[in-house]
């Protein structure tokens, strides 16, 4: 095998074996980019196959009661007379 650096398109296995020999920094770093869209596409069927759901949404708003307020009393605090 010549010094040249092989062409991707001419042969692409022999162009990914070069690579992660001469540049796996870069080879690897192409790999595990291209991990990220397969990764978005397989694992949530795999998690609800295995039984692993999205938790609830959290609330945005606090429940407010309905009815009147209990009056405090027995705290010593007499700033607030009805």
Known sequence: MSGATPR????PLRYCRWAARERPGY??????GALGPVTLVTVPPLRRAVGDYDAPPIPLTYPVPTGPRKQL????????TN
């Open 8 to 11: 991707f398109w001419a042969g």
């Open 27 to 32: 080879f690897w770093s192409v790999v595990i």
């Open 73 to 80: 009393t027995g705290y010593d605090d007499d700033t607030e």
